[in-house]
């Protein structure tokens, strides 16, 4: 009983508390540069979360059944960004030939997100805080679900912002991005009130 | 001449944070103190420099044996695992030598792997140009974000703890504006000072 209620903790910090983009810094480039409008921001949102559960999953057998058995724990970054840079290329491939509509929808998206810092994050933070204790699997299946809910939770809401800016009258200087990261200055803030959740 | 342009190219006129937007993570992370500022700047140049002269280096060694086809296709993870080799000897550097600064970067240290401004830099200049121009290139961009984040860091640390490089400024009497060492000061610098950047640009042309 008392794992279920950890299990749920990790759940609700990493999509809320510690939210990957909006207190861990993490996945800002997608975050700035396909928040323009919401159907993007949704796709582009659930193909990182789909990634970044697995990436969760697959970074831990290769830490714990390859890594480990030989010796080379040094060797994890190189061998984290190998993996995640493969399992996209593998996930594009099987999603082409099974799910043609949604290939098209997610689109540019899924290559993209190898160079999105917030997946190897999930598998550095997974390797620091949650390898070696009770359960140790699921927490990490489930730390990496939750990262990638709160990306999405932020980055359509941030889209819905952007949506509105668009048509506000900004300065010239801070059309655009600037102006994108002091609305998302004001969304940290909003989501700063979580912080006494937990 | 030219050494000269594509080193000081870096600082302002294609500055990787401020007008390239690129590795916003770890300006943004990182920028809370001056200390950890010139950190990170400093991992990521050493990593960009030694990046930039070994893709260079393989690229010569690739147009000389006539293969660029082939490497073509898979240049970008032999690029990833060039870099990942790099940052895992600076991550080693840092724990072994620094292990307060390390410890307080935390992930960012290994996240340089997927800092965009390497992987950009090996595929826009370092697999094209010469390994002098490559270094010159390398220097320029690692320190033009190393200048990006202290500036970053500068701001937020003055407002956010009223102090710099931890000695205080204003005195006892300041209180410190905690929000600026958090996200949301965090967003709120970068967005200001990207502004201002866009503005100076727009007055110069």
């Given at each position: 009983m008392f794992e279920i209620g950890a299990i749920f903790k990790i759940f609700l910090a990493t999509v809320?508390?510690?939210?990957?983009?909006?207190?861990?810094?993490?996945?800002?480039c997608p975050y700035i540069?396909?928040?323009?409008?919401?159907d993007s921001a949704l796709g582009m949102g659930m193909a990182v979360i789909f990634v970044m559960t697995l990436t969760a999953i697959v970074t831990w057998f290769i830490y714990h059944y390859l890594l480990v058995p030989f010796h080379i724990e040094y060797l994890h970054i190189i061998a984290f960004i190998l993996t995640i840079a493969a399992l996209v290329q593998l996930v594009e491939m099987i999603i082409q030939k099974t799910a043609p509509a949604l290939y098209e929808a997610l689109g540019i998206y899924l290559p993209l997100?190898?160079?999105?810092c917030a997946v190897l994050g999930v598998a550095m933070l997974n390797k620091d805080t949650l390898f070696g204790q009770n359960l140790s699997f699921i927490k990490c299946v489930v730390q990496g679900f939750g990262a990638g809910v709160g990306f999405t939770i932020a980055m359509v809401l941030m889209a819905g912002i952007r949506e509105r800016l668009d048509i506000a009258d900004v300065p010239q200087p801070l059309k655009g991005v600037p102006i994108a990261f002091i609305a998302a200055s004001l969304l940290a803030i909003a989501f700063l009130g979580f912080s006494g959740m937990i | 001449m030219k050494v000269w342009k594509e080193f000081k190219?870096?600082?302002?006129?294609?500055?990787?944070?401020?007008?390239?937007?690129?590795?916003?993570c770890p300006s943004l992370a990182t920028s809370s103190s001056l200390k950890n500022a010139l950190g990170m700047g400093l991992s990521t140049t050493a990593v960009l420099l030694a990046s930039n002269i070994t893709i260079s280096l393989i690229s010569l060694l690739v147009r000389r044996t006539n293969t660029t086809e082939q490497v073509h296709k898979i240049r970008i993870p032999l690029y990833i695992v060039v870099i990942a080799s790099f940052v895992t000897v600076v991550d080693f550097v840092m724990k072994g030598y620094f292990p307060a600064l390390s410890k307080e970067l935390g992930v960012f240290i290994p996240l340089i792997v997927v800092n965009c401004i390497i992987l950009g830099r090996a595929e826009v200049f370092a697999s094209k140009n010469s390994v002098l121009l490559s270094i010159c290139d390398a220097l320029g961009m690692g320190l033009g974000f190393t200048c990006a984040l202290m500036l970053l860091a500068s701001v937020r640390e003055l407002i956010g703890?009223?102090?710099?490089f931890g000695l205080s400024v204003f005195g006892e009497g300041y209180k410190p504006a905690l929000i600026f060492v958090l996200a949301p000061g965090a967003f709120l610098t970068i967005g200001l000072l990207m502004g201002l950047f866009k503005f100076i640009g727009s007055r110069k042309a």
């Open positions: 809320l508390v510690n939210n990957f983009i909006l207190f861990r810094f993490l996945g800002l540069g396909v928040s323009k409008n919401t997100i190898t160079t999105n | 190219k870096g600082f302002i006129h294609e500055n990787p944070t401020f007008v390239l937007t690129l590795g916003l703890a009223g102090q710099l």
